[in-house]
C-alpha cells in the first residue's frame, strides 16, 4: 500500500447556511476513488484529527479499497467560522454531511456508506440514519455511535455549558494538552504521546507565540441557551428517529459516561436497530478509539463480511 493513503489529505466543502456559505474542511484516508467510504465524525469541542489512528487501521486492515473521511465540523479545526453563532446546531451539521456526502459522489460511485459518531457526531448520524428519505449516496450500512444516544443526561448537559468556548492562551503545545487532560477526564486512559500528538491538533497559534484552542468559542452559544424542556422535547424527536434506523449499530459506552445513562445503553439495544452494546469500563465520555482494544473492535464491526 502507498504510504501516501495512510496519511490524512485535507480538502473542502462549501456549505449553504442562510446568509450564504462556508467551507467546511475535512480530511481524506486511503483511495479517493474508493467505492466503500467510512464518515467518522467527532464530538462538540474536537476535530477530524481524532480519528487519525482508527482511519489509518481501517484503511490498512480493509480487504477492499477503502477511504475514510473524517471532516471538522463547521467552526472547528481549519473549517470556517460561522457568523451566526446559533447556526452551530444539529440541523445546521446535518446539512453541511449532505453537502459532503454530494462531493464525494460527484467524484466516485459510492458502494457503502459506513458511519462513526462520537457524541455530537452521532447524533448527527442518527439524524441522517433515521430518515431514509435523505439525499445520501447510499443509505448508512453500519453505525457507530460512541457513547451517545437519543437521551443526553441533563447533568452533563448542564456540565457542557460551564466550559465550551471558555478558554484563552496557552504558552506552549505541552501547557495546553495538560488542561485539556484535565478537561477531558472522561477519554479514560491515553499513553503521554497519543494524548500530546492528538492536542496538537487541537490548538492554533496565539499571540507571541503562544497558542489557543482551535474552535470558535460561539459554538457554545446555542447550548447555554438550551433549556431542560427543550432537551426532553428534543429527547422524545431523536427516538423517534432512532427507531427509523435501519443500519446494523454498534453501540459504545464509557463506563464511567455521565452523558449516556445505563438505562438508555439498555434501551438502545432493545429497540430501533437494537444496538449490540459495547463498554469500557475505564471510560467516561467518551472513550477516544485511539488504544488497540477500541480500534478492534470498531473495525471488526466494520470490516467484518
Known sequence: MS????????????????????????????????????????????????????????????????????????GRGQSEWLSDPMGYQIPQYASDMLALLAQLRSGVDIETLDWVGTSMGGVIGMVLAGQPAMPMPAPIRRLVLNDVGPAIAWAAVQRMQQYVGQYGQFQSLDEAAAALRVLSAGFGPVPADVWREMSSHMVRPAAQGSVTLHYDPAIGTPLRALTAEAAAAGEQVMWGLYDQIRAQTLLIRGGQSDLLLPETALAMTERGPRAQLVTWPDCGHAPTLTSDAQIEAVAHFLLEA
Open 3 to 74: 504510504a501516501s493513503l495512510l496519511q490524512p489529505q485535507l480538502e473542502f466543502v462549501p456549505c449553504p447556511h442562510p446568509e450564504g456559505q462556508h467551507r467546511m474542511a475535512y480530511w481524506r484516508w486511503g483511495e479517493a476513488s474508493a467505492r466503500r467510504v467510512v464518515l467518522c465524525v467527532h464530538g462538540l469541542t474536537r476535530q477530524g484529527r481524532d480519528f487519525d489512528r482508527l482511519a489509518k487501521a481501517l484503511v490498512t486492515q480493509s480487504p477492499e479499497p477503502l477511504q475514510v473521511i473524517c471532516p471538522d465540523v463547521a
